[in-house]
C-alpha cells in the first residue's frame, strides 16, 4: 500500500472534517469497549492469564531461533514446505513463484495484515493473477484496512449498500439494500463460487505452534477455512514471532484474544491447519506451503522494543485510543495503526519516515490497561519520541521550545520563580470561565477544543506543602 505516514498531520485534519468516518468511529465507544468490558468481566482468572501470556511470549521470543526450527521440521514432516523471506520484496516473490507452479490465474485470500504489509494485492494483479476475498468491502472501495480487526469498520452501513449497488450489478443485483443482514447475504451469494474457482488460497496465521507443526486461524466468518480447504495449494503467509511452543500455549492466548477483540468467549471459528492432504482426507490443499517474513522484526529482538513482537493483534489497544477513535485507521498512513502501529510501523519502515505517529498518543495509558499481553506502549512511544528528537526530525521551534524548557527545568529554583506567577496570570486572564477559546502558542489544542486554565497551585507548591504536612 502506498506510504502517507509523513503527512500523518495532513491525513488527521481530513480525518476530523469527514463526517461519515466520525459517525462510524464513534461506534467504538459503544461496541467494541463495552462488549469486552463485560467479557473480561466475565472471566475471574483474566488478569492471571494476561501475565501465563505475557511470559509464555517472552520466553518464546528469547528462543525464537529454536522454536521456529522445531516449526519448520514439524511442517516438513507432515509433507509441507517452509520459505523465510528477509523483507516484504522476497516474500511477493516466494507468493508469485509458487502461484506460477501450479499455473494459478485466481487466487483468494483470507484477512491478513501481513499480506498489506508486503503489498501482495497489487503484485499479483501486476503480473496477471487475480486476487480476491480477503477484506472484501476495502477491496471495492480500493482502500487498504483501516482496523487490523475490523478492515472496513470507517464505513457506514450506507457506504457499503453503495459499493454493493455500484459492483453487484453485473451479477444481477440491482436493488439497493438497506439492512446489513441483506448485505451480508448478497455478499456471500456473490463470493462463494469464487472459492471454488481459486487455484491458490492464501491466509494468514494468529499462531504456529513449534510442537506440532500447525497454523491457527481465528475468524469469525468462516471464509479462511474455504480459502484453505478448497484450492489446490495452500500458502500461508506470516511473520516469525507467530510461533509458540505448545498447543497448550495456545489454549491460553485464545482465552484472552476473543475476550479482547471482539467481546467473545471464543470466536466463531478457530481452525487447526496440518499440511497437505493426507491420502484418506476428504478434502484440503494437495500442497501446503508456510512463508515466514522477517521484514525488521528480527532487529527487534534485544532491543527496548522488543515487547512489541508479544502483540497477538487483537485490536485492543485500537478500540481504546481517543487518538484513533478521533481520525480512524488510514489517517496513520500504512498498515498499522493506533499505538500498535504507531510503535510497530517506525520499527519497520524507519523512524525518518514515521515520526509523526508516536507522537499521535496523549500517553493516557489506556492501551497498556488494555492490552492482554501487557504490552507497555506508552514506554515505547516516549522511547521512540526520544530517538526522533535525537534523530533532529522535530520541527525546529519544538526542539527550540524543548530545549528551552529542559535548560529551566534543571534549575528548580528559577523554574518555580518563573512558573509559579506565569500560572495565576493565566488563570486570572481566563477570568470566571476558567478556559481559553485562543490562545499564542497552543493552536493546536485550541483549535479544536477549549484549553482549562491553570487552577489552584502549582504540583510543586502542593508537594512542598504536602511534606510540610507530613513533617507535623
Not at 463 to 469: F, P, S
Amino acid at each position: 500500500m502506498r506510504l502517507t505516514t509523513p503527512a500523518f498531520k495532513d491525513n488527521a485534519r481530513g480525518a476530523l472534517a469527514d463526517p461519515n468516518l466520525q459517525e462510524s468511529l464513534g461506534k467504538l465507544r459503544t461496541g467494541f469497549q463495552a462488549i469486552r468490558a463485560d467479557a473480561v468481566a466475565g472471566l475471574p482468572d483474566f488478569e492471571a492469564l494476561r501475565d501465563t501470556a505475557r511470559d509464555l511470549k517472552d520466553h518464546t521470543l528469547a528462543n525464537l531461533d529454536e522454536y521456529l526450527t522445531r516449526y519448520e521440521a514439524k511442517v516438513i514432516e507432515l509433507g509441507g514446505h517452509v520459505h523465510w523471506a528477509r523483507d516484504a520484496a522476497e516474500a511477493r516473490d516466494i507468493v508469485l513463484e509458487l502461484c506460477r507452479s501450479v499455473g494459478a490465474r485466481k487466487v483468494t485470500k483470507g484477512k491478513s495484515m501481513i499480506a498489506e504489509e508486503v503489498g501482495l494485492n497489487e503484485f499479483l494483479e501486476a503480473n496477471g493473477i487475480e486476487p480476491d476475498l480477503g477484506e472484501y468491502i476495502v477491496q471495492l472501495a480500493k482502500e487498504p484496512p483501516s482496523h487490523i480487526l475490523a478492515p472496513a469498520v470507517h464505513k457506514t452501513v450506507a457506504q457499503v449498500a453503495d459499493l454493493f449497488l455500484e459492483h453487484h450489478g453485473k451479477y444481477g443485483k440491482t436493488r439497493r439494500l438497506e439492512q446489513p443482514p441483506e448485505l451480508v447475504a448478497e455478499a456471500r451469494d456473490v463470493l462463494r463460487a469464487r472459492y471454488f474457482e481459486a487455484d491458490v488460497g492464501i491466509t494468514g496465521a494468529n499462531f504456529l505452534v513449534a510442537e506440532n507443526g500447525a497454523s491457527v486461524i481465528v475468524t469469525n466468518e468462516g471464509n479462511g477455512d474455504l480459502t484453505q480447504v478448497l484450492p489446490r495449494m495452500h500458502i500461508v503467509l506470516t511473520s516469525i514471532e507467530k510461533v509458540v511452543p505448545s498447543l497448550d500455549d495456545v489454549s491460553v492466548l485464545l482465552r484472552i484474544l476473543a475476550r479482547s477483540a471482539t467481546g467473545q468467549e471464543m470466536s466463531a471459528y478457530t481452525t487447526f491447519s496440518f499440511g497437505p492432504k493426507r491420502a484418506d482426507d476428504l478434502d484440503g490443499p494437495d500442497s501446503f506451503h508456510v512463508i515466514l517474513l522477517d521484514n525488521g522484526r528480527a532487529a527487534m529482538l534485544g532491543t527496548e522494543f522488543q515487547d512489541m513482537l508479544r502483540c497477538i493483534r487483537c485490536g485492543a489497544c485500537l478500540n481504546h485510543c481517543p487518538i484513533y477513535g478521533a481520525v480512524g485507521g488510514h489517517a496513520y498512513g500504512w498498515v498499522y495503526s493506533g499505538p500498535m502501529g504507531a510503535v510497530l510501523t517506525p520499527a519497520l519502515i524507519g523512524i525518518t519516515d514515521a515520526a509523526h505517529l508516536p507522537n499521535a498518543s496523549t500517553l493516557c495509558g489506556r492501551c497498556e490497561s488494555v492490552c492482554p499481553m501487557r504490552i507497555p506502549l506508552p514506554r515505547m512511544l516516549r522511547d521512540w519520541r526520544r530517538k526522533a528528537f535525537e534523530a533532529k526530525l522535530m520541527p525546529p521551534r519544538a526542539r527550540a521550545g524543548l530545549a528551552v524548557w529542559a535548560w529551566l527545568a534543571a534549575r528548580p529554583a528559577l523554574y518555580r520563580a518563573i512558573t509559579g506567577p506565569a500560572m495565576r496570570l493565566l488563570a486570572a486572564m481566563a477570568g470566571r470561565k476558567g478556559r481559553f477559546r485562543a490562545l499564542p502558542l497552543a493552536g493546536g489544542w485550541t483549535g479544536g477544543r477549549d484549553l482549562p486554565a491553570p487552577q489552584g497551585a502549582t504540583f510543586q507548591a502542593q508537594w512542598a506543602q504536602k511534606q510540610r504536612t507530613r513533617r507535623r
